[in-house]
């Protein structure tokens, strides 16, 4: 899928989750809801780090094209390593590592333990990283091009600032879910995990599938592309995914946010 529809699912996949919580007693605060849903929608754009031509390439100018050139092959030479028999040759590392259940939870860890322990920094920077993302996927042409980068810097940084700030409140939400000393912030590992899933899941509807479950072998293949059956798939950025997915997500996001505020 491309850089909104994944982002989008990414907001509406922490909405639902926001819905879910509410329903077993553990509802979000308002802050949490709004802080995850963004971190959600960035985060579904980041499993395309193997990708030297995706939105994430250009979100940070020549640091991201550089990270996205190291990512790709790093993840190649994972896919080379471990390949099995049944698995094709290919010249690339896009759609294998970073699009796998074991780098989602990987990078969802590594958050939540910089989010506990790196302190009010951290937080920021997280939240700076994932709106940046989340404001290059929602507004996906608007925010393209090298004049409008640093307005996406600067929103992203005055929103971090400012919702760290709402959070650190008492009540707001940064000892949410995990409520043990020293586990504040804990949280905030979820929706990046959630995200790359999610991001996963979509590229799975696609014609090309997407190795979810490596490193566990289907049949005779360790990278097996995951998904429906091939008459169900489509293209990444085909009418299927404008006209039908991108609407659902709203819908399925707007229901879940205000099943999460307990308006429903």
């Not at 796998?100 to 302190?119: C, K, R, S």
């Not at 920094?121 to 929602?138: D, P, Q, T």
């Not at 000393?181 to 899941?201: C, F, R």
């Amino acid at each position: 899928m491309m850089g909104p529809a994944h982002s989008l699912s990414g907001a509406a996949a922490w909405l639902g989750v926001g819905a879910a919580a509410a329903a077993t007693g553990h509802t979000m605060p308002w802050p949490v809801l709004l802080v995850g849903s963004l971190i959600c929608a960035g985060a579904a754009l980041a499993p395309d780090l193997d990708h030297k031509a995706a939105t994430i390439s250009r979100a940070f100018g020549p640091l991201s094209r550089w990270l996205c050139e190291i990512v790709d092959k790093l993840s190649y030479a994972v896919y080379k390593a471990t390949r099995s028999q049944g698995d094709p040759r290919r010249s690339g590392g896009h759609r294998t590592l970073t699009h796998t259940w074991l780098w989602a939870v990987l990078i969802g860890v590594g958050f939540a333990v910089a989010a506990m322990t790196g302190g009010r920094w951290a937080v920021l920077a997280i939240l700076f990283v994932h709106l940046v993302l989340a404001i290059e996927g929602l507004l996906w042409r608007a925010a393209r091009g090298s004049s409008s980068d640093v307005l996406v810097w600067l929103l992203a940084a005055t929103s971090a600032w400012i919702l760290a700030g709402i959070l650190d409140k008492p009540g707001n939400g940064a000892d949410w879910l995990f409520t043990a000393p020293g586990q504040e912030y804990m949280w905030l590992g979820l929706p990046v995990l959630l995200g790359a899933v999610v991001h996963d899941i979509g590229d799975a509807l696609t014609i090309s599938g997407c190795p979810i479950l490596w490193p566990i072998p289907v049949g005779r293949k360790r990278w097996y592309p995951v998904g429906p059956p091939k008459f169900m798939r489509f293209r990444a950025g085909s009418w299927v995914e404008l006209k039908v997915l991108m609407p659902v997500f709203m819908l399925l996001g707007g229901v879940g946010c205000a099943a999460a505020l307990n308006f429903i």
